[in-house]
């Protein structure tokens, strides 16, 4: 394993991370879910993502059962806050009310006292930033939180929060997590130059664009059985939008590139995704611990910039670069 500064930070995290999302809780039993992080950790896997909101709030039981006893200082467990975890009102978005009872309930179920890094899982247009980024700090202060950042928040949304950090005095944002893929690269053009000014990190998320990229799905034939694109608990929305014939196709012209460098169609995706030095790290999740196994492999891996080309040269008019398709709910969920 490989290990990287998240942004300008202290904090080192391993170029791989675990994440749960669609799977602990969800899509595979505990005993499968232990088995994966048992050789993630095996893999030199440090970091571990997950959110209050995931298979409503039974993804981080999940993940904090699989952890205990594990030596709480040699990991980086990172959490987030936005989505609804109940009924009420106040049960979502970024309030000081909100924050500060999601992070108690995060720490309860995960099994720690802090988290290393809390993140606002989206932005909230109905809460002033300032009494986000003031309740932040104040759970940095008190010890609950080391380090805080974003996900999916658009560059004049993370520009204005550096602001006010700025004339506040509050802890600054240090990573974003965004979405991000041979696919996907919305954050190529506004994100990554402000964040690598600013020392922010990426911790990205879907580097194999669910699973599209390990050329499982084939054109004009029949979705495998189990995939993630057909998932009926979340899953499949995020992947139809690449289940076409000319996406599809052109993910199999990668094969020969994947196969010249001696990698997995998964390795190749996830090791794509870290030759941006603005990547702190890549997000993989898994349902079997061989999955698990074989996407560690990518973490180290150097492509040529003739390989890359190579890539840009297959997929070109389908990959996805508008930053406007970064964008949160325009009220609380």
Not at 61 to 80: D, P, W
Request: hydrophobic share 35%; glycine share 10%.
């Amino acid at each position: 394993m490989e290990f990287r500064h998240l942004g300008k930070s202290g904090l080192k995290v391993s170029e791989i991370a675990y994440g749960n999302w669609l799977t602990h809780g969800s899509q595979v039993e505990e005993d499968a879910a232990n088995e994966c992080v048992r050789a993630a950790l095996d893999e030199g896997v440090t970091t571990f993502d997950t959110a209050d909101a995931y298979a409503g709030t039974r993804a981080e039981e999940v993940l904090g059962r699989a952890l205990k006893g594990r030596r709480r200082e040699g990991l980086e467990i990172f959490t987030k806050v936005f989505w609804p975890t109940g009924p009420g009102q106040n049960d979502r978005g970024l309030s000081r009310k909100h924050i500060m009872e999601s992070i108690n309930g995060s720490l309860r179920r995960l099994g720690t006292d802090y988290v290393d890094l809390y993140q606002a899982h989206r932005f909230d247009y109905e809460t002033p930033l300032e009494e986000t980024l003031r309740a932040f700090d104040d759970l940095v202060r008190q010890g609950k939180v080391l380090y805080v950042g974003v996900s999916e928040w658009r560059a004049e949304e993370i520009e204005r929060a550096l602001k006010i950090a700025g004339e506040m005095g509050f802890d600054r944002i240090v990573s974003n997590q965004p979405q991000y893929s041979m696919l996907w690269r919305v954050i190529e053009d506004e994100i990554v130059p402000l964040c690598e000014r600013e020392g922010i990190g990426q911790i990205v998320w879907s580097p194999i664009a669910q699973g599209v990229l390990t050329g499982k799905y084939k054109p004009g034939q029949p979705l495998p059985e189990g995939s993630r694109a057909t998932d009926d608990k979340g899953g499949s929305d995020m992947i139809r939008r690449y289940m076409t014939d000319d996406h599809l196709s052109r993910v199999q012209e990668l094969r020969p590139i994947a196969d010249d460098l001696g990698l997995s169609m998964a390795q190749l995706a996830i090791a794509w995704t870290l030759q941006n030095p603005n990547v702190s790290a890549a997000i993989v999740g898994a349902t079997r611990p061989e999955q698990v196994r074989d996407n560690v492999k990518a973490a180290g891996v150097k492509l040529d910039a003739d390989v890359l080309a190579r890539i840009d040269g297959v997929l070109g008019p389908v990959v996805i670069r508008d930053p406007a398709r970064t964008r949160s709910p325009e009220s609380r969920p």
